[in-house]
Nanobody, 124 residues
Framework: QVQLVESGGGLVQPGDSLRLSCAASGFASDCYPIGWFRQAPGKEREGVSFISTCDDSTYFSDSVKGRFTISRDNAKNTVYLQMNSLKPDDTAVYYC?????????????????WGQGTQVTVSS
């Protein structure tokens, strides 16, 4: 059974940084896409950043490119989203997601496994 456990959300001021973690377990394969979506109140869930464990290819949405980085620790089966220069528009619930595929996927309907979500609030 695949499980994704997120941590690291919180309340920060504009310009601050946060690091989200997602610990994955239960995958039969060591090749799959994993990453982060976010959903703000009244808005659709959007893809933020993803990494393929097959080849370490990555994706970043235009809204976070240059500010966020994604990385993984194979030994811990954990993926990290480092968020720098945070803005109020980054405020949302952030969800870790993964699925069985050898492609880097970026849309919510393409993902089968989801974490419980962690709140990120950027406010002065």
């Amino acid at each position: 059974q695949v499980q994704l456990v997120e941590s690291g959300g919180g309340l920060v001021q504009p310009g601050d940084s946060l690091r989200l973690s997602c610990a994955a377990s239960g995958f039969a394969s060591d090749c799959y896409p994993i990453g982060w979506f976010r959903q703000a109140p009244g808005k659709e869930r959007e893809g933020v950043s993803f990494i393929s464990t097959c080849d370490d290819s990555t994706y970043f949405s235009d809204s976070v490119k240059g500010r966020f980085t994604i990385s993984r620790d194979n030994a811990k089966n954990t993926v990290y989203l480092q968020m720098n220069s945070l803005k109020p528009d980054d405020t949302a619930v952030y969800y870790c997601a993964a699925t069985g595929s050898d492609h880097l996927l970026i849309y919510p309907h393409e993902y089968d496994y989801w974490g419980q979500g962690t709140q990120v609030t950027v406010s002065s």
